[in-house]
């Protein structure tokens, strides 16, 4: 019985990998990254995510007015964010509505994009090269760990690099047809409401047609393209000119961009890059950081044997190769840009792996190598210390091995801290029971989504639970935002911070806790803080350990009823 592989069951068997690495397991890691600013407001669509120092405009125009009152919100406010634009929080909302509201649920669609995106490569490594280049780009882009990270987090660019791939698969369709300019356009519309990056095509692009298809410029379908683009982030656009005429500075995002410092964001999180020098300095240590060595060995042979091809024959080779060449420039430059952080490192990574292919998928081996299946063997230890360093880094929950031959940084972009056993601490505790008491809150949109919390466990019927909950401060931002404030905004239940509580106590009486009604009080302490004194009522008894995957306590809950 013969049994041979086609070019399409290779292809099968690359998404297979793609996507089981990218599934499996998607929950695990803690949400202690950028993805939680996304998912927490794409939870409800609100433009609000508790940053004291970077407030929104949803915080300005929208004090309480009264319960079940309309928001006081200008229209326009509706059609972004102070800092990004709507897509990915809209795309989570309606993953969330179908698959709960869970890491899973907002970390769906990051992960089915990067299967996509390893699809999308192996069409673009075969327009440009081989069917052959292709199906190695796409491999690499699959096992690879850094475009995996990317794609188990609920991000932004996860989104970003499909769009940038499929708005160049479409561009290289329309060097043969250029009816398809109109695609580029629209999927770069798309991607700019996933984040304002994606906007690094316009000069790519179009650079490339002014020196290789200047007539292109002067197509119809090349104005359509730039129509639907604008079209389609009209929003952004709108919301920008509503927010100049109210304000007389622009979003987040471009407000920096131009040198605006607007009083309202003195603090600007994120956008700490330091000079240039400082980025340039950092590149190479950041990709050492966040791809495997292996991988970055087998970019630094393509790049050499790219300069021994320049070095024989620069016309045929830069022919060949203008268009990756080019794609990869403006690459570094936007990273350069912004700052070659983990995340934004990512959009590299397709190029790399497609330099990789175009170069070694093209070379001419001697007789020998393939007479003794040497490049097989070759090809598979790679791909299987690829595969390693991937469930190593990824999929296990805790890597083991020194960095970088065998554990990479990028791991504590989604680390096992333990913020996930405590949500599902209080997902179990909660679970099936309503707010009885609720705190007042300072915005009208935030007094809209409690009222629509409490009658929305009216309406199932849920149980009446007169809970507080109360933590001490050592906590991540991001981790609280998801693990604790969530339970606050979006389902009412009074959750405050140590300190605040015991102001409460100072100023209202050592007895206002069971005064105001509450019956539970649950008081969250991690374990590397030290409490300052005696917390009186909240640390009697016995608590609850709650451990990490690792069987480390970083959580002590203590429960305290109080009888009638």
Known sequence: MNFSLTKKDVLFFILIAAAIFRIYGLSRGDTVSDEVFMAFRGLGMIDFDMAPHQTTPWEWWDPVIGENQPSALPFWTKLSMHDHP????????????????????????????????????????????????????????????????????????????????????????????????LWVGIIMGIGAEMKYTTLILAPLLITYLILFRREYLKSKYFWQGIGACLLIFSPTIIYNIGLYRATGHLDFQFSHILGQYPPEWKVAPGKEIGT?????????????????????????????????????????????????????????????LVGPSYRFLTMLTPFMALGIAAFFGQIKYPEFFRKNNILIILSAVFMLFEIFYTINNQIAYY???????????????????????????????????????????????????RVEAIAAGKKNGLDLYPALIVYEGNFDGGAKLWALDRYNIYHGWPVIDLETYLRYLREQGFDYVERSGFKVVYFIQSTNWVPPGDLGILTVGTPESIYNKRGDQVFKVYKTTFHE
């Open 86 to 181: 709507w897509g990915v929080p809209l795309t989570q909302n309606l993953s969330m509505k179908i698959f709960g509201e869970s890491n899973f649920g907002f970390r769906l669609p990051s992960a089915l994009l990067g299967v996509a995106s390893v699809y999308v490569l192996y069409l673009i490594g075969t327009l440009l090269y081989t069917e052959w280049v292709g199906l190695i780009a796409a491999a690499l882009l699959a096992i690879t760990v850094n475009n995996i990270y990317i794609s188990r987090l609920g991000m932004q660019e996860s989104y970003v690099i499909f769009a940038v791939l499929l708005a160049v698969y479409y561009f290289l369709k329309s060097l043969r047809d250029p009816k398809y300019l």
């Open 276 to 336: 240039l020098a400082h980025r340039v300095k950092e590149f190479v240590p950041r990709l050492i950081q966040s791809n495997s060595w292996l991988f970055l060995m087998a970019y630094a042979g393509a790049l050499l044997a790219f300069i021994v091809s320049l070095a024989k024959n620069m016309k045929v080779t830069l022919e060949r190769h203008k268009f990756i060449i080019l794609a990869t420039i403006f690459i570094i430059l936007l990273l350069l």
């Open 399 to 449: 890597p083991v091995g020194p960095f970088p031959w065998l554990s990479s940084n990028v791991r504590y972009e989604n680390y096992n801290w333990g913020y996930n056993e405590l949500d599902e601490y209080l997902n179990n505790e909660l679970g099936g029971k309503m707010p009885a008491i609720t705190f007042d809150v300072k915005y009208q949109f935030l007094e809209n989504l």
